[in-house]
């Protein structure tokens, strides 16, 4: 668990890390407070109760709260947008430093969801997913459907979260080659130009993208 004086951040820690273990349910608040190191008068004056606790323990666990903001300059090509946006999400996801219950909780909660779900999708997934949209709104055809853009949106996403979800697997099936995660540069620009190879962009498109996303001058 993170070391900290902030009472509060080290219960989201202490509560992600317990959740994460045992689900809702399971996770208590005597043993939340004790592996925090603070008393009950903790959790109610920063979260109320034990659901408040739990649904900001998921968006903590998502970087809810301290959320950079994607935004590029007027005139900056759709391609260039696509990248920063993967890349964006593949080193954040895949940050080193990222502690591994987030990844678990944050499945636990998709498995059986709650009313932090609901939170997580106004407050993160949503805004996103609006960037995502406006991306391949200036990128796709313009007779594309709203349909056939979300399916997009969804593959592109999928092609991020499954190296989140799935590294465990990721791991065995490579021994102890894990280049894809110390290296997660790379990976965002394979994830860019096999989404934009899949899209029919052009080939000058892909490496302007990936060069961007690298912070080469092109």
């Known amino acids: 668990m993170t070391s900290t004086d902030n009472p509060r951040e080290r219960l989201l820690e202490a509560a992600g890390e317990i959740f994460a273990e045992k689900g809702f349910k399971g996770a208590t608040v005597r043993e939340i407070i004790d592996r925090a190191g603070v008393n009950i008068a903790a959790v109610n004056y920063y979260f109320r109760d034990k659901e408040r606790l739990y649904i900001e323990a998921v968006k903590h666990g998502a970087c809810v709260e301290a959320d950079e903001q994607l935004g590029w300059p007027a005139g900056t090509p759709p391609a260039v947008k696509l990248a920063d946006f993967i890349r964006f999400h593949v080193i954040r996801l895949l940050a080193p430093d990222k502690p591994a219950w987030h990844a678990r909780l944050i499945m636990r909660e998709l498995m059986q969801p709650s009313a932090a779900c609901t939170e997580l999708v106004r407050d993160y997934i949503e805004p996103k997913s609006h960037i995502l949209g406006g991306i391949l709104e200036e990128l796709l055809p313009p007779e594309t459907s709203r349909q056939q853009q979300f399916?997009?949106?969804?593959?592109?996403?999928?092609?991020?979260?499954?190296?989140?979800?799935?590294?465990?697997?990721?791991?065995?099936?490579?021994?102890?080659?894990?280049?894809?995660?110390?290296?997660?540069?790379?990976?965002?620009?394979?994830?860019?130009?096999?989404?934009?190879?899949?899209?029919?962009?052009?080939?000058?498109?892909?490496?302007?993208?990936?060069?961007?996303?690298?912070?080469?001058?092109?």
Not at 161 to 167: G, M
């Open 151 to 218: 399916l997009t949106a969804c593959s592109i996403m999928g092609q991020i979260l499954f190296y989140c979800t799935h590294k465990p697997i990721v791991l065995l099936l490579l021994g102890d080659r894990d280049q894809p995660y110390r290296d997660t540069a790379a990976l965002a620009e394979h994830i860019t130009g096999f989404t934009l190879r899949a899209l029919g962009i052009a080939e000058h498109g892909q490496r302007r993208a990936a060069a961007r996303s690298r912070g080469v001058a092109t």
